[in-house]
């Protein structure tokens, strides 16, 4: 079946510096959202990539949707803090109709 | 107030114990959504509901049932509720056939003793 996933599982650095966590699909995507989970919380929508190649910024927050539309990355630059919690990518399957998710990918920041 | 709400917030039950969760939401969104989450598995669906009379198995559907009894509520049950059902349940809601942003609840964390 359909499968999304994303790589590394956790991650911890030095507040100050960039982090990145990528997801991987088998098949091609109609589109791509990605959440954050604070620790103890619930899911919160970010951002959705639909275009072919599309990138969008979010402050200090960088998204990419592969040109294949089977791939894509968050990037945060000059980590702080209030970044840490689990972020989620979750995949629209092409012509489906529900959201598969990715396994997360934890950040812990060091200040 | 929250647009989406879970009820309870928490629950320990037995084994072979049915227990029901409940989610409402106020948003007025058509679809609606129950996953679990466990550790290194992100969020997997149970069950999908796209208006009051369609309901959808998800991923997971084993073991577990659900009721739309209105547009706003979509109840989630386990019927004979077993250990490895231990896990954090989230309702969601979107709206729109072209955007599948998702609203979660607040989660309910169950454990099966």
């Known amino acids: 079946g359909q499968q999304v996933m994303q790589i590394p599982q956790y991650q911890h650095v030095q507040e100050g510096e960039d982090f990145t966590t990528y997801c991987n699909s088998s098949?091609?995507?109609?589109?791509i959202q990605w959440y954050k989970q604070r620790p103890g919380g619930h899911p919160v929508f970010l951002i959705q990539l639909v275009k072919s190649g599309e990138v969008k910024k979010q402050k200090r927050l960088t998204f990419q949707f592969g040109e294949a539309k089977k791939n894509s990355s968050l990037h945060i630059t000059a980590t702080q803090t209030t970044d840490v919690g689990t972020y989620f990518c979750?995949?629209?399957?092409?012509?489906?109709?529900?959201?598969?998710f990715g396994a997360g990918t934890i950040l812990r920041v060091k200040s | 107030d929250a647009d989406v709400t879970q009820t309870p917030r928490n629950r320990i039950t037995k084994t072979g114990k049915r227990i029901m969760l409940e989610c409402s939401q106020t948003k007025g969104h058509d679809r609606m959504y129950w996953y679990r989450q466990d550790p290194g598995l992100g969020l997997r669906l149970i069950y999908y509901s796209f208006d009051v009379k369609d309901i959808n198995k998800g991923e997971i559907s084993d073991g577990y049932s659900v009721s739309r009894q209105a547009q706003a509520k979509f109840s989630l049950s386990l019927e004979s509720a077993i250990p490895n059902q231990t896990a954090l349940y989230f309702c969601?809601?979107?709206?729109?056939?072209?955007?599948?942003?998702?609203?979660f609840g607040p989660g309910t964390r169950l454990t099966v003793t």
């Open positions: 979750a995949g629209l399957v092409e012509y489906g109709n529900k959201l598969v």
């Open positions: 098949t091609t995507l109609s589109n």
């Open positions: 969601a809601t979107a709206q729109g056939a072209l955007s599948y942003e998702q609203y």
